[in-house]
């Protein structure tokens, strides 16, 4: 099994940064690679950004390219998605997910196996 646990989420004009972190435990050496998705109410989950566990290729929604970095600490076990220029339709439920295999592209949430709790995002206007 795999733990996530995501933090970093509040409230934040519009123009503003978070950072999400995603502390990432248990069976690491089965993980393939790392995503964040979010949901706002209403709306269905939505890939926003992934990465390789092992380095390799980043992943990014045409939504928050140029926004958004993700990015891993390896003596951490810890993903982190640095988020810039908020805006209001940003907010969402923020989640943090690992894969275990190739099988699924990286934007897929069906490929990911184990989710973390979500954290809260909400920018306003």
């Known amino acids: 099994q795999v733990q996530l646990v995501e933090s970093g989420g509040g409230l934040v004009q519009a123009g503003g940064s978070l950072r999400l972190s995603c502390a990432v435990s248990?069976?690491?050496?089965?993980?393939?690679?790392m995503g964040w998705f979010r949901q706002a109410p209403g709306k269905e989950r939505e890939f926003v950004s992934a990465?390789?566990?092992?380095?390799?290729?980043?992943y990014y929604a045409d939504s928050v390219k140029g926004r958004f970095t993700i990015s891993r600490d390896n003596a951490k076990n810890t993903v982190y998605l640095q988020m810039n220029s908020l805006k209001p339709e940003d907010t969402a439920v923020y989640y943090c997910?690992?894969?275990?295999?190739?099988?699924?592209?990286?934007?897929?949430?069906?490929?990911?196996?184990?989710w973390g709790q979500g954290t809260q995002v909400t920018v306003s206007s």
């Open positions: 248990g069976r690491t050496f089965s993980i393939y690679g």
């Open positions: 997910a690992a894969k275990s295999s190739g099988y699924y592209s990286f934007r897929e949430s069906a490929g990911y196996a184990f």
């Open positions: 990465l390789g566990w092992n380095g390799g290729s980043t």
